[in-house]
């Protein structure tokens, strides 16, 4: 099949790395290996930072031209399909629903979200706009069970959402000895010290307090031998490195933000990934570190628990338990063969459960039942 893809939150390709971004550009890597020929059909962004004044409806406008001008260019030869991936009440879609609908063709949506405490509020136009979009779709995929239960009510009929878990390409072979022996080298590390790993982008809001839950949580651990590795970069970079202020500098590596294969050699060469998760939908990073075999300590929250199994591949605390957080941190670090019995599990269930053909079979098959049924 022909198929328009887009992305309102953000294009796929978007200079800014994310895990939204990640996920946008793994669908459409799904589908193409399916056979089908996906085209990027706007990067329009509709996103609203809640501070400039307006500015959904100015959106919203703009959104309704281009929506004009994208039926009239595509009506000659329209895709067979659009779709949607990640549409909430920050980033309705102002394309889809009108194109779709103006060339009679189906309409499916990734990654969904609804949140009717927003109503009224002051993203009002765009949830509204993100529930007629819902209301509209021949389906919707969601990636997170935690979305369901706000989604089903909005359906034509139940049948029309679908769960796909979140999904990685699998990880090349590596070998983590050689990677850990030349990271300890580069970074001056001490190789015999358990190596704890956070992934995540360096800006404001949930992200940086991510980051200060795991500074205040490792200060209780000083005591015991660890060392962390952060990566990421991003504009509260400065802040996010002062809260670790009251750990001795020796004991971190702030390594900025990475291409993959470094960023794989850090996975392959640590012992526990570590993320409090403050309000993650799911955490693309806690999924590709455990498809790498890597442990996972997090926050449960979200999606988190759809792909982190507690006490199986990693350990789940309450959302933003700093002392609950130690303590898990430290007792895996305590336990190198309970490291490794969830590394081994993380790896055979990531394999299992989030892997990419899989995922693409899923969707391949989901997305040609609904250009039958039309």
Same mark, same amino acid.
């Not at 360096?202 to 980051?211: E, I, L």
């Not at 660890?226 to 809260?243: I, K, Q």
């Not at 939908?281 to 997090?298: D, R, S, T």
């Given at each position: 099949?022909?198929?328009?893809?887009?992305?309102?939150?953000?294009?796929?390709?978007?200079?800014?790395?994310?895990?939204?971004?990640?996920?946008?550009?793994?669908?459409?890597?799904?589908? @193409?290996?399916?056979?089908?020929?996906?085209?990027?059909?706007?990067?329009?962004?509709?996103?609203?930072? =809640?501070?400039?004044?307006?500015?959904?409806?100015?959106?919203?406008?703009? *959104?309704?031209?281009?929506?004009?001008?994208?039926?009239?260019?595509?009506? @000659?030869?329209?895709?067979?399909?659009?779709?949607?991936?990640?549409?909430?009440?920050?980033?309705?879609?102002?394309?889809?629903?009108? /194109?779709?609908?103006?060339?009679?063709?189906?309409?499916?949506?990734?990654?969904?979200?609804?949140?009717?405490?927003?109503? *009224? *509020?002051?993203?009002?136009?765009?949830?509204?706009?993100?529930?007629?979009?819902?209301?509209?779709?021949?389906?919707?995929?969601?990636?997170?069970?935690?979305?369901? !239960?706000?989604?089903?009510? &909005?359906?034509?009929?139940?049948?029309?959402?679908?769960?796909?878990?979140?999904?990685? !390409?699998?990880?090349?072979?590596? #070998?983590?000895?050689?990677?850990?022996?030349?990271?300890?080298?580069?970074? #001056?590390?001490?190789?015999?010290?358990?190596?704890?790993?956070? $992934?995540?982008?360096?800006? =404001?809001?949930?992200?940086?307090?991510?980051?200060?839950?795991?500074?205040?949580?490792?200060?209780?651990?000083?005591?015991? #031998?660890?060392?962390?590795?952060?990566?990421?970069?991003?504009?509260?970079?400065?802040?996010?490195?002062?809260?670790?202020?009251?750990?001795?500098?020796?004991?971190?590596?702030?390594?900025?933000?990475?291409?993959?294969?470094?960023?794989?050699?850090?996975?392959?060469?640590?012992?526990?990934? $570590?993320?409090?998760?403050?309000?993650?939908?799911?955490?693309?990073?806690? &999924? @590709?570190?455990?498809?790498?075999?890597?442990? /996972?300590?997090?926050?449960?929250?979200?999606?988190?628990?759809?792909?982190?199994?507690?006490?199986?591949?990693?350990?789940?605390?309450?959302?933003?338990?700093?002392?609950?957080?130690? !303590?898990?941190?430290?007792?895996?670090?305590?336990?190198?063969?309970?490291?490794?019995?969830?590394?081994?599990?993380?790896?055979?269930?990531?394999?299992? !459960?989030?892997?990419?053909? *899989?995922?693409?079979?899923?969707?391949?098959?989901?997305?040609?039942?609904?250009?039958?049924?039309?």
């Amino acid at each position: 099949m022909r198929i328009a893809f887009y992305a309102p939150l953000k294009p796929p390709n978007h200079p800014t790395p994310s895990g939204d971004r990640r996920m946008a550009r793994l669908l459409i890597a799904a589908l @193409e290996h399916a056979g089908h020929d996906v085209a990027l059909a706007s990067d329009f962004r509709s996103w609203d930072d =809640g501070i400039s004044p307006n500015r959904h409806e100015r959106l919203g406008t703009l *959104g309704a031209r281009l929506a004009g001008r994208l039926t009239r260019r595509l009506r @000659e030869a329209p895709p067979d399909l659009w779709f949607t991936y990640h549409l909430y009440h920050k980033a309705p879609d102002w394309l889809g629903p009108a /194109v779709s609908r103006s060339l009679g063709i189906p309409y499916v949506i990734a990654e969904a979200s609804y949140a009717p405490k927003q109503a *009224g *509020g002051r993203f009002d136009l765009g949830h509204r706009a993100a529930a007629q979009a819902i209301a509209q779709a021949d389906a919707v995929i969601s990636l997170t069970t935690a979305d369901t !239960e706000c989604l089903h009510p &909005l359906l034509a009929s139940p049948d029309r959402l679908s769960v796909l878990r979140p999904f990685v !390409e699998p990880p090349s072979p590596r #070998d983590g000895i050689a990677d850990r022996a030349a990271l300890a080298h580069s970074l #001056d590390l001490d190789p015999d010290a358990p190596w704890l790993l956070a $992934v995540g982008m360096m800006r =404001g809001g949930d992200k940086q307090r991510s980051f200060r839950i795991l500074a205040r949580a490792l200060e209780r651990l000083v005591s015991r #031998d660890w060392r962390l590795l952060v990566v990421g970069d991003g504009p509260r970079r400065t802040c996010v490195e002062e809260s670790f202020g009251k750990i001795p500098p020796d004991r971190l590596r702030f390594l900025g933000a990475l291409p993959p294969d470094r960023l794989a050699a850090c996975y392959a060469a640590a012992d526990l990934m $570590v993320w409090p998760a403050i309000n993650e939908a799911y955490g693309m990073a806690l &999924l @590709e570190a455990q498809a790498a075999g890597l442990p /996972v300590v997090a926050g449960r929250t979200g999606g988190v628990p759809d792909i982190v199994r507690d006490g199986v591949t990693g350990l789940l605390t309450p959302i933003g338990d700093e002392t609950a957080f130690a !303590e898990a941190v430290a007792s895996v670090l305590t336990d190198e063969s309970r490291r490794a019995a969830m590394g081994s599990a993380a790896k055979r269930i990531a394999a299992a !459960e989030h892997g990419f053909a *899989g995922a693409s079979r899923t969707l391949d098959a989901l997305l040609k039942q609904i250009a039958g049924s039309r």
